[in-house]
């Protein structure tokens, strides 16, 4: 049975930085790719970034460019995936969800990821 746990959040002041991790189990992921998406009150659920183990690339959202990191390594057992947030604002207050796509195409598109996690709440006060 395929897992995903979301930790890290938390709340912090702008210009914080915080690190979350999705822990995943249950199957390889070696060809897989995991991808964090947020959802803020009220919006959509919007794609950060994603890491392709497959082809060895990341992904991030413009608004999260030069700030956010993705990193992990397909090979442990369980799979850690992190993402790290840096200069964060306001508007990055969300709750945060990692997601497996195991199948890995266009990964901005939350509709192919096979599995996903319970979440994690980031808050950013001003």
């Known amino acids: 049975q395929v897992q995903l746990v979301e930790s890290g959040g938390g709340l912090v002041q702008t210009g914080d930085s915080l690190r979350l991790s999705c822990t995943a189990s249950?199957?390889?992921?070696?060809?897989?790719?995991i991808g964090w998406f947020r959802r803020a009150p009220g919006k959509e659920r919007e794609f950060v970034a994603a890491?392709?183990?497959?082809?060895?690339?990341?992904?991030?959202a413009d608004s999260v460019k030069g700030r956010f990191t993705i990193a992990g390594d397909p090979t442990k057992n369980p799979v850690t995936v992190d993402l790290q947030l840096n200069n964060l604002k306001p508007e990055d207050s969300a709750v945060y969800y990692c997601?497996?796509?195991?199948?890995?195409?266009?990964?901005?598109?939350?509709?192919?990821?096979?599995?996903w996690g319970q979440g994690t709440q980031v808050t950013v006060s001003s």
């Open positions: 997601a497996a796509d195991t199948y890995p195409s266009d990964l901005t598109l939350a509709g192919i990821y096979d599995y």
């Open positions: 249950g199957r390889t992921f070696s060809n897989a790719a």
């Open positions: 890491i392709n183990w497959k082809k060895s690339s990341t992904a991030y």
